[in-house]
């Protein structure tokens, strides 16, 4: 069961309070310094009836330890995940293409967040995410997104490849991202046309999508790589194809 953290800095606060000001139960001011650069933070938690205290640097660090928290932090509730029953009910044969993530046990935060970044930025409509062998969401999964985590649906699942088999009943196309393509039968991500429901599947840091999940896939893609580059990081894969998507997507309308 996911608890209580520290989110900090006053981008990844004010994005909270604008994007999910619901999640934070308190928000803590340092009670030295310029009292005035924290006024717009001030009044988006007055607006959102978020209560705001003040602490001391000696409190600030021994919450969230030496890093630079810009003497702003908010207590976030535990991270609220959404429902895939929930999201695939808003969806019927009127809806314009949807696209979601699924995250293939990513432990790393620092590439869970900045993958979250890259979905939010490029109009992906969901992220799906495993129970287990998976990093949660946290402080600083927070502070990699710059505090985007608001503005896409986290999705909490409890088994990966069954939840491919749901979506492909909701004739979404689960497309894997093959790092090792061994068997060449990969398509490069440029010539594949995202043109209906797509669900896309990006693998750890270590081993990439896991064999199991990748044989649930209905399409493998590949990322065209120079100068004997074997494999990217899992965020900056995701970066890619998300624009990719989007690029297309613009240009079907």
């Not at 600030?60 to 029953?85: A, M, R």
Request: proline share 2%.
């Amino acid at each position: 069961m996911s608890k209580e953290f520290y989110i900090y800095g006053k981008h990844v606060i004010v994005e909270t309070l604008r994007t999910k000001p619901e999640s934070l139960k308190r928000l803590y001011i340092k009670e030295t310094g310029k009292q005035a650069a924290y006024d717009e933070i001030r009044i988006l938690a007055k607006r959102a009836g978020v209560l705001v205290s003040s602490a001391s640097e000696k409190q600030i660090t021994g919450w969230v330890g030496d890093v630079n928290h810009q003497g702003i932090l908010g207590l976030s509730k535990p991270f609220d995940y959404e429902n895939l029953g929930n999201f695939l009910e808003t969806i019927n044969e009127d809806s314009p293409l949807q696209t979601v993530l699924i995250l293939d046990h990513i432990m790393d935060v620092a590439n869970i967040g900045a993958i979250i970044r890259s979905a939010a930025a490029m109009s992906i409509d969901a992220i799906i995410v495993a129970e287990l062998h998976q990093a949660p969401i946290t402080s600083a999964v927070f502070k990699t997104s710059a505090g985007t985590v608001g503005r896409i649906p986290i999705i909490q699942i409890g088994n990966i490849n069954q939840c491919v088999e749901t979506l492909k009943k909701k004739k979404f196309w689960v497309v894997g991202l093959s790092s090792h393509d061994e068997k060449g039968e990969a398509l490069e991500l440029w010539n594949y046309k995202f043109d209906s429901h797509a669900a896309i599947v990006i693998g750890n840091e270590g081993a990439g999508v896991r064999e199991k999940t990748l044989e649930h896939c209905d399409t493998l893609l590949r990322i065209p790589m120079t100068n004997d580059v074997e494999s990217l990081n899992a965020s900056v894969t995701a970066g890619i194809v998300c624009y990719e998507v989007m690029k297309q997507r613009k240009e079907m309308k």
